[in-house]
């Protein structure tokens, strides 16, 4: 998953009315600290250091670049900020199309790199992931679910070695995205609850006929509903 940078933002005219400071400080965010999902973490002193700029009130910086980057606190446990995440806005909605599927292999990295910063101390990863791709939209995973037993018995039935190939990729991340929900503590994207099973394990295992085996792009879903939008 490649970050698709252009120079169009030098000529955006709130770009141009931040300080020049503030201005490297962005590109950098994005350039060369953004990660796979649009997470940047850095804490101020290194930013004054790697910059040779006073910043003397971390909230103007903040508020400069708001345009483009949402900032979450790192606590050292007492209270005290350590350093902070910015996300960039609308970064994986740009990069994937608008679309997540959770049986594709590449989508599948989204949620990793979410596990990789929980596991970091991000605790609320997900929601502020979410908070900066509102309009991203999620297949569910009962949808997923449902085309995972399909390709599976497909699979397991069909002599053709090509086609029960061609499926296994989007088997085995159906089944990496199970245990990233699970470490992320989320039934659905954005959704968070403590302590669950899947929706798919609350029903009955009636396999579909594996006779239209669905395509890895085909099946619809609803939009999730943002809890922090308003």
């Not at 999902?37 to 909230?59: C, H, P, S, T, W």
């Not at 099946?219 to 939008?229: A, C, E, L, S």
């Amino acid at each position: 998953m490649k970050k698709l940078t252009t120079n169009e933002i030098w000529d955006d005219p709130k770009f141009i009315t931040i300080k020049t400071g503030y201005q490297l400080i962005e590109r950098y965010l994005f350039d060369k600290l953004a990660d796979k999902i649009g997470v940047a973490y850095i804490n101020q002193e290194f930013l004054e250091y790697r910059f040779k700029v006073a910043i003397a009130d971390i909230g103007d910086l903040i508020e400069a670049i708001s345009p483009w980057w949402v900032s979450f606190e790192q606590n050292d446990g007492n209270d005290d900020t350590v350093g902070r995440y910015f996300i960039r806005k609308d970064f994986i909605t740009q990069t994937q199309g608008g679309a997540i599927y959770l049986t594709s292999a590449p989508h599948q990295t989204i949620f990793a790199e979410m596990v990789k910063h929980k596991k970091n101390g991000f605790a609320d990863v997900v929601n502020a992931v979410r908070s900066a791709n509102p309009e991203l939209e999620v297949q569910t995973m009962a949808d997923a679910h449902e085309d995972y037993l399909v390709w599976s018995n497909f699979r397991e039935s069909t002599s053709d070695a090509n086609k029960s190939n061609g499926y296994k990729q989007n088997i085995d991340a159906f089944k990496k995205n199970e245990r990233n929900f699970r470490y992320l503590g989320i039934k659905d994207f954005p959704p968070i609850n403590d302590g669950f099973k899947l929706g798919h394990e609350d029903k009955n295992d009636d396999t579909p006929s594996p006779a239209s085996a669905p395509q890895p792009s085909s099946t619809p879903w609803q939009k999730q509903p943002n809890p922090n939008r308003r």
